[in-house]
RNA sequence: GGGCCAGUAGCUCAGGUGGUUAGAGCGCACGCCUGAUAAGCGUGAGGUCGGCAGUUCAAGUCUGCCCUGGCCCA
């Protein structure tokens, strides 16, 4: 049956604004036509490729809004070269190894460190880690389809898959085979009684503020006995270790001798033995000596440059009883010098504590470490230098630090260590020093300690110069991220710390012979069974016995551990090492390890085919994560003979990525980061689909005592008490009319009224007992304990949903829309529903409402697309077409170069411009064109060029807003054409029609705009309402070459100001409505008269403006005096402005000043009144709600002015109020309607149309 | 403590190479329109351009120092 609605041309556009609604059938029809699929073959195997990287997410947390940027920054631009041509493959990706990982299993199975993890059996703690990994799969799927963006995640690559290991292991042993892999220390921050080490989050997690001894102990210099370096530490216990005392760059030190005790303070006894004099910074000389009081008397002064390399006695003696006299050799020139206890210079000694030298100690601390680091640079043979460490890494003293502290916990041990300095004259003062310190985030009574680890390192200094070309090469978005953030990373690279000693990760593919020192780095499962057939023989066995054991399990530990084969070189037996790699090593061989290159077959060609990637784009944070790695980890690997091996050829820089978008983050309407337990955080579902959130339920006996000022009275039957922030949050005003429902009460749900209440925290709701009973809830038991993070996980019956009912969520384009329009995407976004909705509005609703225009007449008028063929060609139909298809061809250009350059910001900023024009001017000046009955060439016109228009418009924001884009399509075109392409998203972008670009008619148009804008201000300011006719405008222009331009619109002025005559005049008097101002042209008089060009601007000021202009006219010149001197000023080096006269009903602008003429004659005035009449004709259609093609019978009656005026204008009236007939009655029963100081009674019914 | 970024109207943002009345949209107020109607439109009020110095005839724009926020690193 085909109905009526079926029969339109289009499909009438729903009134009601509900947006996640039609997204959801437009899901449903991408779906049923496969349309992504097909995007990504419809152009043909041999279109160019587009490659975009998919930086991987971790499915072990809900993805939040940081995530939806990036989503959505992600999408854009595949979409956008899809329709361009390409072959836009968006190959999605999971990054499922890391230390976060293990820890939220050990979350799960309220276990901690190491040994509790091996007790617990590495093998199933490993497959927990993997089902932890994919918790929140279900969750990140539906919000990357809900927001539309098109990624293949049914082939997405995953970091633990046995292929993507391999790969790993690939380029490890690339970089092992050229000795880019060493073995070193790190410092990390270490759980001894766990022997773990922690992640930075946790480190974070665990900061305690307390009391360290802060000691300030004296180094003596070897070659000048009684000179010591004042050195400061608060970690005493490292003192034994020991080995440079470091000083800050470019600073005065200053040699010091200790005097009498400072008046009025109390001085602590020194014994300082033979050390006569000390050196600290000048800078802190005064802070020392209030320390002491004692007076410290400068004898002497030094700088860092002159203190660097001097040796010192280190304070104990643990190492250098041994190896004082060790040296070794330089690397740059043949001499040995000491390893150990000198003066070396380092940026991170700071000046607002302590002596300005630091005791370094570089198993414990990672500036520390840095710094040896450094030092070890310097020898020919860098690992000669061993690393000076006196603890075991359970925390206690080795042995040779000999007693009473060997075996001790090396804290415990910071009294008696301070007590042996003093007694050995070592100690200039101790006091205690209060600062946060980490502890141990699971046990809260032991503190970490920072302690350097046995690691592997990738040798990435010595490559780092082909990094900074590559990096050089990348194309930054915003550019200041090439040399500012990530150029000063790499400027302080340092190299990378590859291994961790954990269990879920890849394994570091390094195998050493326990007979010999023979290492190996085997790349693949293959090479290893080639190795020892037999080598996974206990994986098979495994397997067997479980079924359900995944392959790719074989490639990481316990497995691996077990896999051995004999050693090559002797009769000794190859073991793995026990470590796992940094999963950001992981992440950097994304490139080729997505395709399992180079095992993989056809890994070779997809390779080839994407790389580099075209563009990625990730937040911010990740300068130091995935952008480094990525960077860092193709430029090792990839180096010529590897590229020519790989590639079959050389490519320039850069790669693995051309271009990188740096996101922002999303912060929330303060621009305060959101966070879940601050429950400053809006969940995408609000914005996407329900405006609903989950509130935790208190009762009123629950505030009392607390904060929270409730007046008793407002909680009551029928209304919800919550804090302002939520209220707020779910963009309601106080009093607004919610829904709540419950868990526990499937079905059941309440109205009530929101009210704020101060000082409640976020995410509660204080509800009447009777409304708790009525959806069978109870309360949470935490009361203004309560914290937003943990109410998801409340029981269901001390929860309620609050919705808004009313109000539709703005839905995923709105979202999307909202972070590509807002802001530049490298800006951090205030993110709120309330914010989204505003630019909604401020394009969607808008271009909403113009198709829902478009449509309403097309079905009228019966117009479909086919008559686009009867319009008149583009040149010859009304200025007002010429100027939206001029407008929108521009619009394409702009759009389309700044999507090329990946300037998502400023295409928006097009798209929303070309909209306004398009509702606040072309159609509200068209409006009249689709009224008429019939479809005359005008109307023809106007219906073709609105249709082209919101075509292209579809396609110029289908890869902005992909939702109600396919929406306009399938309404617009493909409804009539159904041999049209079948989404708007397989179609092609649109191409500027540039023979259509009249930028001369855009120019006129913005001066027209702005003449009218200046009438409406006089009108405005003048209380002159728009709907009296007025006798006259007069226009005085600035720029004689506008003159012209406007007098072709003169109509259209005249029509929008209601005026009957315009007059256009340059730089004229009006009855003396218009001045004169002139003024130096700055640009020109500047550099001529200098520091003169004020008196002039003074001196310009004061002539008469009309005649001076006269003159200027006349004669080509100006004379004026300036002070006592003549100048004289050519027309180039004035400028004269027309501005209003005060007192006259006129207003200036740019383009010059607008005079209205206000004198009503008696006729102007029945004009009016006719207007009114329509006006009020019309306000009765509307209350009566008649469709806009009724017609209807009117019967007025009234003052003897109106009579006659709505005699006089009776043709008018029938045709503006679509009255057939317009009776003239005695009196009619009726309200009487003022109209001024006449009266009119109205009455109309609807006829029928026959 | 260091580095980078940002700070312009109530909000979100524009403001090549310095040029003298600092712009837009939204919000707000007032008004208009009533054949896009829970829509559309106009006008207006809001700014010591984060602060303080400096360079210059002239600074939102250049320089220095400082303050606030964000991120990264200590």
């Not at 630019?839 to 113009?850: A, H």
Request: glycine residues 6%.
């Amino acid at each position: 049956m085909t109905s009526h609605a079926d029969a339109l041309p289009f499909r009438a556009v729903d009134p009601e604004l509900d947006f996640p609604r039609s997204e959801q059938e437009i899901l449903e029809f991408w779906r049923r036509e496969r349309v992504f699929e097909r995007s990504l073959t419809a152009r043909g195997p041999e279109a160019p490729a587009f490659t975009f990287y998919e930086g991987p997410p971790t499915a072990n947390g809900m993805p939040h809004n940081g995530h939806v940027l990036t989503r959505v920054m992600k999408d854009l631009f595949p979409r956008f070269q899809a329709m361009q041509g390409k072959r836009a493959l968006r190959k999605g990706g999971w990054d499922t190894h890391g230390l976060p990982v293990e820890v939220e299993v050990e979350k799960e199975l309220r276990i901690h460190g190491k040994a509790a993890i091996q007790a617990y059996g590495v093998e199933p703690f490993v497959r927990r880690c993997i089902e932890s990994v994919f918790r929140y799969t279900a969750e990140w799927e539906r919000l990357t389809e809900r927001i539309g963006f098109w990624v293949s995640l049914e082939d997405a690559y995953v970091t633990f898959h046995k292929s993507y290991v391999e790969s790993v292991w690939w380029a490890l042993s690339r970089l092992f085979e050229r000795g880019l892999l060493y073995q070193g220390h790190k410092v990390v921050w270490w759980w001894a009684q766990g022997g773990t080490a922690l992640s930075s989050g946790e480190v974070g997690q665990g900061y305690k503020t307390v009391d360290d001894p802060s000691v300030y102990a004296l180094f003596p210099l070897v070659e000048q006995p009684h000179r010591a370096l004042v050195v400061w530490t608060t970690t005493p216990w490292t003192l034994p270790s020991n080995g440079y005392a470091a000083v800050r760059p470019s600073t005065d030190y200053c040699v010091v001798r200790v005097g009498e005790p400072l008046p009025k303070r109390k001085a602590q006894p020194l014994e300082l033995g033979p050390v006569e004099e000390l050196i600290v910074a000048a800078a802190l000389r005064e802070q020392l000596s209030a320390k002491l009081g004692r007076e410290l008397e400068v004898v002497g002064s030094s700088s860092s440059e002159q203190l660097e390399g001097l040796r010192y006695r280190p304070p104990f003696d643990t190492f250098a009883k041994e190896r004082w006299g060790w040296t070794a050799k330089l690397a740059d020139h043949d001499e040995e010098v000491p390893q150990w206890w000198r003066v070396i210079v380092e940026d991170f000694v700071a000046l607002d504590s302590g002596t300005g030298i630091v005791h370094v100690a570089p198993a414990f601390g990672e500036d520390d470490g840095r710094a040896h680091a450094r030092q070890r640079q310097r020898y020919a043979d860098p690992d000669a230098v061993e690393l000076l460490s006196a603890v075991e890494p359970d925390g206690s003293f080795k042995e040779l630090v000999g007693t009473p502290y060997a075996g001790r916990w090396v804290k415990d041990c910071d009294k008696e260590l301070i007590a042996e300095l003093r007694a050995r004259r070592l100690l200039l003062h101790e006091e205690l020093y209060r600062h946060d310190y980490p502890f141990c985030w699971r046990a809260e009574q032991d503190p970490l300690i920072q302690f350097a680890r046995p690691a592997w390192f990738i040798r990435t200094t010595a490559e780092l110069a082909r990094a900074k070309a590559n990096n050089q090469a990348i194309q930054w978005l915003p550019p200041h991220v090439k040399d500012g953030r990530f150029g000063d990373f790499l400027d302080n690279n340092v190299d990378w710390a590859l291994s961790r000693e954990r269990f879920w990760g890849t394994p570091l593919n390094v195998w050493l012979c326990e007979g010999c020192d023979h290492r190996e780095a085997p790349s693949s499962v293959a090479e290893l069974t080639q190795r020892n057939p037999h080598a996974f023989d206990h994986w098979h066995a495994a397997k067997a016995a479980d079924p359900t054991l995944q392959d790719d399990l074989m490639v990481h530990k316990p497995w691996i551990d077990e896999v051995t084969y004999p050693c090559p070189r002797c009769a000794g037996t190859m073991r793995r090492v026990p470590e796992v790699i940094d999963c950001w090593f992981d992440s950097g061989c994304m490139p080729f390890a997505q395709w399992g290159f180079p095992q993989l077959e056809g890994s070779r060609e997809k390779l080839k085919e994407a790389f580099p990637a075209n563009f990625i784009s990730e937040a911010i944070d990740q300068t130091r994560g995935w952008f480094y790695s990525l960077l860092m980890v193709s430029t090792l690997v990839f180096d010529e003979a590897t590229q020519r091996e790989c590639l079959g050829e050389t490519r320039p820089w850069p790669h693995p990525y051309e271009r990188c978008i740096v996101l922002g983050h999303v912060s929330d309407r303060d621009g305060k980061k959101e966070s879940k337990s601050r429950g400053n955080y809006t969940p995408p579902d609000i914005i996407l689909d329900k405006v609903s959130m989950e509130y935790a339920v208190l009762e009123l006996g629950q505030l009392e005592g607390g904060r929270p000022a409730v007046d008793a009275s407002a909680s009551r039957r029928g209304v919800a008490l919550i804090a302002r922030e939520d209220l707020e949050g779910m963009d309601l005003e106080e009093g607004a009319e919610v829904r709540l429902t419950s868990g526990v009460a499937p079905g059941r749900e309440l109205r009530v009224q929101l009210r704020v209440a101060k000082h409640l925290p976020r995410r509660v709701a204080v509800l009447a007992p009777e409304d708790r009973a009525e959806l069978g809830l109870g309360v949470a038991p935490k009361g203004l304990g309560q914290r937003p993070v943990e109410v998801p996980e409340l029981p269901p019956e001390q929860r309620v949903r609050v919705e808004d009912p009313l109000t539709p969520a703005p839905g995923a384009d709105a979202f999307r829309w909202f972070f590509y329009a807002s802001s530049p995407p490298w800006n951090n976004t205030r993110h709120s529903l309330k914010n989204v909705r505003l630019y909604q509005k401020d394009y969607l609703v808008k271009l909403r409402n113009v198709y829902a225009f478009f449509t309403i007449y097309a079905n009228i008028d019966g117009w479909r697309p086919g008559r686009c063929a009867e319009a008149r060609p583009v040149a010859a139909r009304p200025l007002l077409d010429r100027w939206l298809l001029s407008e929108l061809a521009l619009t394409v250009q702009a759009v389309t170069e700044q999507l090329e350059q990946y300037h998502a910001y400023d295409a928006a900023l097009r798209l929303v411009d070309l909209v306004e024009g398009l509702s606040n001017w072309y159609l509200r000046r068209s409006r009249a064109r689709f009224w008429g009955s019939g479809l005359g060439q005008d109307k023809l016109d106007a219906y073709a060029t609105l249709h082209e228009a919101l075509v292209t418009v579809a396609q110029l924001t289908a890869p902005f807003t992909p939702f109600f884009a396919e929406e306009l399509y399938q309404n617009l075109v493909r409804r009539a054409d159904p041999g049209a392409a079948v989404s708007v998203h397989l179609t092609d972008y649109p191409r500027a029609r540039e023979e259509r670009v009249d930028a001369e008619l855009t120019a006129q148009m913005r001066a027209v705009r702005e003449t009218v804008s200046l009438g409406l201000a006089v009108r405005a300011a003048n209380r002159l309402k728009v709907r009296q006719p007025l006798a006259r405008a007069d226009v005085v222009l600035n720029d004689a070459a506008l003159e012209p331009a406007l007098r072709s619109h003169a109509l259209l002025i005249q029509e929008e100001l209601n005026v009957n005559e315009l007059r256009l005049m340059v730089r004229a008097h009006t009855d003396g409505a218009v001045t004169f101002k002139l003024q130096p042209n700055f640009r020109v008089l500047g550099p001529r008269l200098g520091k003169d060009v004020q008196a002039a601007k003074q001196a310009l000021a004061a002539v008469d403006g009309a005649q001076a202009f006269a003159e200027l006219g006349r004669e080509g010149r100006l004379r004026v005096l300036v002070g006592q001197t003549p100048l004289e000023l050519s027309p180039e080096e004035v400028s004269v402005g027309v501005s209003a006269a005060p007192g006259f009903a006129a207003e200036t602008g740019k383009v010059g000043v607008v005079v209205l003429h206000t004198t009503l004659s008696e006729e102007l005035v029945d004009q009016g009144l006719l207007r009114e009449l329509v006006s009020r004709v019309q306000a009765l259609r509307k209350e009566r709600g008649l469709a806009f093609t009724d017609r209807v019978r009117l019967r007025l009656s009234g003052t003897e002015r109106i009579e006659r005026v709505a005699r006089a204008g009776l043709g008018h009236l029938q045709e503006e109020c679509l009255a057939s007939t317009v009776e003239l009655l005695e009196d009619v029963s009726a309200p009487e309607l003022e109209l001024g100081e006449e009266r009119v009674r109205l009455a109309l019914e609807r006829l029928e149309v026959p």
